[in-house]
């Protein structure tokens, strides 16, 4: 399963970027709504700690299959602006989902359209 994803985010980098937002979204909730809790009211600073510590690094990792995503698909700095705004709100990667699917198929059109293309057609 892991290869298939693996080969799949290789030809279009924006399915790993849909993975990746809400594997974070998921991460920034329970940082906000589980660790925070533990700290103030049962005295457990280590829950942030750790909950800050993953979620940071799954921050890290999106911010990195953005950057990818923007290089390889051709994204404007407007789309590329609005999925890293969305990924600092706790619901936003969800909330984007259905236009990131979008950006995915025209991403996957656009290459079908280059690959069935004479060989000196291509730009």
């Known amino acids: ?3 298939g994803v693996l080969y799949q985010q290789m030809k279009n980098p924006i399915l ?3 993975y990746a937002g809400p594997v974070e979204a998921v991460s920034f909730i329970v940082l906000v ?3 925070m809790p533990l700290k103030y009211f049962a005295g457990l600073p280590i829950a942030v700690k750790l909950a800050g510590s993953i979620h940071g690094g799954l921050f890290v990792v999106l911010c990195v299959a953005l950057l990818q995503t923007m290089l ?3 994204w404007p700095l407007g789309r590329g602006a609005l999925v890293f705004l969305a990924a600092l709100f706790p619901f936003g990667p ?3 989902d259905r236009r990131m699917l979008g ?3 025209e991403f996957r059109d656009r290459r079908a359209v280059r690959v ?3 060989l000196g057609d291509r730009n």
Request: charged fraction near 15%; hydrophobic fraction near 50%.
């Open 1 to 3: 399963m892991y290869c």
């Open 33 to 35: 709504g589980i660790a």
């Open 103 to 105: 950006y995915e198929a």
């Open 116 to 118: 069935t293309q004479p």
């Open 94 to 96: 969800f909330l984007i």
């Open 16 to 18: 790993f970027l849909r």
């Open 72 to 74: 390889v698909a051709k």
